[in-house]
């Protein structure tokens, strides 16, 4: 199976309501059912009746980034790139920029990606972060960043997430490029429990 196809049960960006933490408990909330009860769960059938839910980290606003520009890729870095998956194969895409920011203080890049393959207009950003291992699934987490209205995008890491083969080994997951790999400690989205 793929992971990274469409994730609209969990991440569906509809109007913000005005309660940005009320907003994140409610699309937990509906991820948890999703994995609970839906026939396309990533969780083993045997285990969804007694799937109590995900863990994750306190919401924090400082991790979340509001209206951030894509900005060009690093001199040098090619276009089209090829994706490791988990299962040793490989996805053909394309990197479109870059973002950047700050956590603690220490600047952070992440590279936006759009796999071959995929639709719409929302952008691919796997990652790793010195919380891979002990606190968050080993091969890194995603985001899906869709474009606001001006081009910008909120980068936020509350809704980072991991990929489906944290749960099965039937699915391919794309794993971070090394490009990705954050030196900083990413402590918001999805965590192992």
């Known amino acids: ?3 990274h196809a469409h994730h609209d049960h969990a991440h569906a ?3 913000e309501p005005l309660d940005y933490s009320g907003w994140i408990r409610a699309q937990r909330a509906g991820k948890d059912d999703y994995f609970r009860e839906s026939p396309a769960s990533p969780v083993p059938q045997a285990k969804r009746s007694s ?3 995900l863990a994750y ?3 924090e606003p400082a991790l979340r980034f509001e209206g951030i520009a894509l900005g060009p890729l690093p001199d040098g870095a090619e276009v089209t790139t090829q994706v490791q998956t988990s299962d ?4 053909e895409g394309q990197r479109v920029g870059t973002f950047a920011f700050l956590v603690d203080g220490a600047e952070q890049q992440l590279i936006a990606l759009r796999l071959t ?3 719409g207009d929302a952008l691919f950003v796997p990652f790793k972060d010195a919380t891979n291992g002990p606190d968050t699934y080993g091969a890194g987490r995603y985001l899906d960043l869709e474009p606001l209205g001006d081009g910008t995008y909120d ?3 509350n809704v980072a997430y991991a990929p489906f083969c944290a749960y099965s080994p ?3 997951c794309p794993l971070p490029p090394r490009e990705n790999w954050l030196t900083a400690r990413i402590t918001a989205g999805e965590r192992n429990a």
Request: zero cysteines.
């Open 88 to 91: 040793g194969a490989v996805r």
């Open 13 to 15: 960006h509809t109007h």
């Open 155 to 157: 980068l936020d890491f």
């Open 117 to 119: 393959g995929t639709h």
């Open 57 to 59: 980290y306190p919401i």
């Open 51 to 53: 799937f109590g839910g």
């Open 1 to 3: 199976m793929n992971d």
């Open 170 to 172: 039937s699915y391919s």
